[in-house]
Structures are given as structure tokens and as C-alpha cells.
């Protein structure tokens, strides 16, 4: 130390300030790389939606698309299978809960919830996953003319509710909104 720093220690301080954020900022730089990397790219992130032509699905039919590797479930569903789900009373409902990511995570499990929405009772867009294991549940099948996962049993109707087997929740509803009356944008 000089002489001058023993007798204008604010100059002595103002240096070791200096230093250390000098050292801090040098020390982000470095770092900025490596944490950037860790962002998905470009393609991963044109994953996170997808748009569906839903303009072939007449009542009845369904199909499957690919939505963050995993299967989603987007069913026109018939007059008939809307009657069944609505006529379930909540209390029946082994998960009284809806899982619908559109709405609050304490949205009750009815039919309407389950569902695109007023208007759009007879689409239903779901995770086909089962939440049990994580199986694939086969559509159309089961005691409850819905789903049924055939690995360990388990049962849901026509609105993807569990009903019967060892799944403890309903089917998930992901993030979903028509854009047109044709096309849905999952994600």
C-alpha cells in the first residue's frame, strides 16, 4: 500500500469496489455461454404448440397427435356420449376434480369442464396417458364406452373421467383454444 492510501481510505475503498465488480462482471461473461446454452432451441420450441385440422372428424371419431412426445386425444364426441357423461352425478367421480389446464386447478370434474366449452360440448382434447402408469389407453372401450387402459385395468368414460381401476385422476386436459371452427392450437 502507498502512502496516499494510508491517508484517503474513501480511495481505498472506491478500489476494492472497483475490483470486485470488475471480477463480477468478468466472472458473468464467462458464465453467460454455458447459461445460455441450456435454452431449448429453436425446434424444441416449435414443439410446444400444434395446430389441428379437426374439419374431418365427424361425431364418433377421433384422432391422435403427437403434442411433447406424448399422445393427445382429440375426439368429436357423439349426442348420445355427451348425454352419458353429463347424466354422471360429481359424487360418483373417483377424481372430483376436472384437470383441465384452461381452467382453476379446483374446477369440478363435469362433463362441461371436461369438455371444449359451452357451445363446443362435443370436443374433448386430452393427454392420452393414462395416469396410472403412463400407459395408452384404447378409445372407445372399457364399461364406460371412453377409454380403457387394458395394462392395468383401469376405466374412463366418455368425458375421460376415471370411474373404475387403479388410475388415481382423470385423463389431463392440456392448453387449448380454437382458431378457427376447423383448427385447434394445442399449447
Not at 80 to 108: F, M
Amino acid at each position: 500500500m502507498s502512502e496516499t492510501d494510508i491517508e484517503n481510505p474513501a480511495r481505498r475503498d472506491f478500489l476494492y469496489i472497483a475490483t470486485g465488480m470488475a471480477g463480477v462482471v468478468g466472472a458473468g461473461a464467462v458464465a453467460w455461454p454455458f447459461i445460455d446454452q441450456m435454452r431449448p432451441d429453436a425446434s424444441t420450441r416449435a414443439l410446444s404448440s400444434v395446430e389441428v385440422d379437426v374439419e374431418a372428424l365427424e361425431p364418433g371419431m377421433s384422432l391422435t397427435v403427437k403434442w411433447r412426445g406424448k399422445p393427445v386425444f382429440v375426439r368429436n364426441r357423439t349426442p348420445q356420449e355427451i348425454e352419458e357423461a353429463q347424466a354422471v352425478e360429481l359424487g360418483e367421480l373417483k377424481d372430483p376434480l376436472a384437470r383441465n389446464a384452461n381452467l382453476g386447478s379446483d374446477a369440478p370434474a363435469s362433463d362441461i369442464d371436461r369438455s371444449a366449452g359451452e357451445g363446443k360440448e362435443n370436443w374433448l382434447v386430452m393427454v392420452g396417458v393414462c395416469t396410472h402408469l403412463g400407459c395408452i389407453p384404447l378409445g372407445q372401450q372399457g364399461e364406460f364406452g371412453g377409454w380403457f387402459c387394458p395394462c392395468h385395468g383401469s376405466h374412463y368414460d366418455t368425458a375421460g373421467r376415471i370411474r373404475k381401476g387403479p388410475a388415481p385422476e382423470n385423463m389431463a386436459v392440456p392448453v387449448f383454444e380454437f382458431i378457427s371452427d376447423t383448427k385447434i392450437r394445442i399449447g
